[in-house]
């Protein structure tokens, strides 16, 4: 029986393992502001394919997946129901494109800090990251 409980283990452990986040950053924000942006690479080892349903975090009443879409000269950001994540392949959430939306945060973000959110798969489930928090102007994960 604890044989087999072990292999169940070692099992579902790797399934989650399939999916992998990299560089989950986002930026400081001014006192007053009511949203905040995350970014990260979602990177998908497994041979199926898979998808970014959803996300929460304790510091936000929500979090939308959001695309910025050019119509004529204007930039746009629109949610959309979640981003696909390829077989073998990756997924970049990034400024002037996908990124995550947190909405309604309870407090400006301090530059250092790491804010935890619940990123939900369609196959993987969910998995826990850190944002961490660059300075205001930070154009990418490094503060560059």
Known sequence: MRFLFFIMCLFSTAALAQVEIENAWSRATPPGAKVAAGYLTVRNKSA????????SSAV?????????DKQGEVMRMR???GYDVPAKGSFELKPGG???MLVDIERPL????????????????????DLEVKPLGATGPHGH
């Open 60 to 68: 936000a009443g929500r979090v939308e997946t959001h695309i910025v």
């Open 110 to 129: 301090q530059a250092g800090e790491r804010i935890p959110v619940v990123l939900r798969f369609q196959n993987a489930g969910e998995i826990r990251i």
């Open 48 to 55: 199926s394919p898979d998808r970014l349903v959803g996300a």
């Open 98 to 100: 996908p990124h995550l």
């Open 79 to 81: 949610e959309v129901k």
